[in-house]
């Protein structure tokens, strides 16, 4: 059995393979990285019921791999490269051999994956740091789970200009609901929930068109949103709006939060 763990900075994701097939799934969080991968290694051996001795390798990646230098009880572990990592489990969830992965957590990173090559293109400081300070500095939301919960009560029409405010004309093939600014129309009666939604919307956005650029010019049109912020709902909307404008094809897959550690116990 090998166990891939993906280290962040107070959050660490586990996954088992037998092979190439997945025995399990565990995300741990602690305040720091030693005491988060620890303990995800023994929450997930005790869940699952695996012994010391089944396990052959640990492959650890992300930003806390390096407080790991020195192994995790006396078992052979690897350090694989993060953009490695995000490139193979990226293709890997979404069933894909050429794709654009894109991995939204605190920041966001892009790569280009194939089976034979995997090149990091970038990245944004774009992510959910941004989200979660903004959303706490003006609209007194504190935690990701209220954020997305907030967000569903906002109206954009509130805080965005639109297309369909500046123009009564259609403008090629852009709906009348695009974004022309956001936060373009700010109103003085905006509610939380309504600036909650706009950050939320400009963070995605902001995503989604770094993603639609990378794929100008080359013929993998296929990009995959992995990481802490793949499974927000407004994600799958915004990418759902893009993809009806740009010839992209969005994929968020059912595990994508799990992406990184999964390409780390595949490589």
């Known amino acids: 059995m090998v166990l891939g763990i993906d280290v962040g900075g107070s959050t660490t994701k586990i996954v088992g393979f037998e ?5 399990g799934m565990m995300q741990v969080a602690a305040d720091d990285q030693i005491t988060s991968a620890f303990g995800a290694f023994g ?13 052959k390798k ?25 953009f490695i990592a995000i490139g193979i489990g990226g293709l890997k969830l979404a069933a894909l051999s050429d ?7 605190t920041g966001t990173a892009l790569v280009k994956a194939s089976k034979d090559k995997i090149t990091h293109l970038g990245g944004s400081g ?9 959303c706490e500095r003006f609209a007194g939301v504190h935690s990701f789970a209220s954020i997305t919960e907030i967000a569903k009560e906002g109206d954009l029409s509130a805080i965005d200009l ?5 123009s009564r004309e259609k403008i090629g093939n852009l709906p009348s609901d695009t974004t022309v600014s956001n936060f373009g129309n700010l109103r003085d009666n905006a509610k939380p929930a309504d600036i909650v939604l706009g950050f939320m919307n400009m963070m995605f956005e902001s995503i989604g068109m770094m993603a639609v650029f990378a794929t100008l010019g080359s013929d993998v049109k296929d990009v995959v949103l992995i990481g802490a912020l793949s ?25 994508a939060i799990f992406a990184t550690a999964v390409g780390a116990a595949l490589s």
């Open 99 to 105: 794709a654009f992965i894109i991995s939204a957590g």
């Open 162 to 166: 639109r297309l369909c405010d500046i």
């Open 126 to 134: 774009v992510g959910g740091g941004m989200l979660l300070n903004l």
């Open 19 to 23: 092979k190439t097939e997945c025995i």
């Open 43 to 55: 929450k997930f051996c005790a869940e699952y019921n695996i012994r010391m001795g089944d396990i």
């Open 231 to 255: 499974g927000t709902e407004h994600a799958a909307i915004v990418f759902e709006n893009l993809a009806k404008i740009h010839p992209v094809k969005f994929h968020i897959p059912k595990e």
């Open 58 to 82: 640990i492959m650890v990646t992300g930003v806390g791999a390096s407080y790991l230098e020195k192994g995790m009880y006396d078992i052979p572990t690897t350090r694989v490269d993060e």
